[in-house]
């Protein structure tokens, strides 16, 4: 958001807030140097979601301007794998539901610029690294196959109207923070993924990371993941924007990472030496799911958007420390 804000974009937010706390927004109010506007609506209620654009559109016609909004970025979503799992209807009901009720609205409104996040699970577990963009998708859970389905229903829509410009942005692994650290990741219970664990573990909030396996065919035996910084992230967001306006295809896909892998042993060293000490952790058996080598081919997306990922490993690891050792907690709950 704040990318898109630098960008010379004015953005509105929307957000039920199930995964996310009200304290973030004087922050990003602060970062952004002015007010922002937020709907706080869940996206699968039809009637607030076609509220947000009718309102939209009534202060742009008293303004004088065509459109309530130009484009729309569609984060919103559930997201914990093993969650998806164990619930797969709620997984189904929200991510699918969301995404139906708010392209309707933008539909009605004649708003069809959409920027979707989609996810290298899309590629499941049986293809070899680097993932290019034209591998046929396939999914190992309910997470993932919601994104497989939204990118098909996307599609679709735009096969259906040609003039919906669509960008489909493939993320490897977000990490990092903002550099201000104000900002950043800030997991609800026991982190799911590697980095804010090792964060949590470092900031003495849990006691080791338990690494998932050192026999895999990698050359230290961990699992190879493409972290990416999430400034570098949303840099794609505006590249992808910025091309859809003058796009000539109506859906664009793109991989946005490094094309680097990176160990999870690799990883817990360069965030040792962010923290300027050793962070404990301890090699435990293989966990079900995860796939050894995850990588991004980047070339599409540096080709068609000119965008890559500048952010090394360090600069990642070093602003995901600066902001959770200044918030140890994450963000405060009022
Ligand atoms: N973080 C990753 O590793 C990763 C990787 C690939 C793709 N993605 C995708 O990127 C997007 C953003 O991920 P994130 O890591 O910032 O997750 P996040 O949970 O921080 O952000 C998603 C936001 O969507 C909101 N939300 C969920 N359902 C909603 C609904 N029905 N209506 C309105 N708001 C709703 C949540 O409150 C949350 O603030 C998600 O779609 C996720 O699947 C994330």
Not at 108 to 115: A, K, Q, S
Request: some cysteine; glycine content about 8%; aromatic content about 10%.
């Amino acid at each position: 958001m704040l990318a898109l804000i630098e960008a010379g974009y004015d953005v509105e937010i929307v957000d039920s807030f199930v995964n996310a706390k009200h304290s973030v927004i004087p922050r990003l109010c602060e970062l952004a140097g002015r007010d922002l506007r937020v709907h706080e609506v869940d996206l699968t209620d039809r009637a607030a979601t076609e509220g947000i654009f009718a309102d939209a559109a009534a202060r742009a016609a008293a303004a004088g301007r065509r459109l309530g909004f130009d484009a729309v970025v569609h984060f919103a979503g559930l997201k914990a794998v093993g969650e998806s799992v164990a619930k797969p209807l709620a997984y189904y009901d929200n991510n699918l539901g969301s995404t139906f009720s708010l392209v309707e609205a933008m539909a009605r409104h004649g708003i069809r610029h959409l920027v979707f996040s989609s996810s290298a699970t899309v590629y499941g577990d049986s293809y070899p690294a680097p993932f290019t963009e034209d591998l046929p998708t396939r999914a190992t859970n309910p997470y993932g196959w919601t994104k497989v389905m939204i990118e098909q229903v996307l599609r679709d829509v735009a096969a259906a109207d040609p003039t919906w410009r669509v960008g489909l942005l493939r993320y490897f692994n977000p990490i990092g923070a903002h550099p201000s650290g104000r900002i950043g990741e800030d997991p609800q219970g026991i982190p799911n993924n590697l980095i804010p664990y090792l964060a949590q573990v470092a900031v003495g909030r849990r006691a080791e990371l338990s690494v998932y396996g050192d026999d895999y065919p990698t050359p230290d035996g961990t699992c190879l993941r493409d972290y990416i910084h999430v400034l570098d992230l949303a840099a794609g967001h505006v590249a992808a924007l910025d091309y859809l306006w003058d796009a000539t295809e109506p859906v664009g896909t793109w991989n946005l990472g490094t094309g680097h892998g990176t160990s999870v042993l690799d990883m817990v060293a360069a965030f040792s030496r962010a923290v300027g000490s050793p962070v404990p952790y301890r090699i435990v058996d293989r966990r079900p799911g995860d796939i050894a080598v995850s990588y991004a081919d980047p070339s599409r997306a540096r080709a068609e958007l000119g965008w890559v990922a500048s952010r090394s490993v360090d600069d990642m690891c070093a602003d995901t420390w600066r902001w959770q050792s200044a918030n140890p907690q994450g963000f405060p709950d009022a």
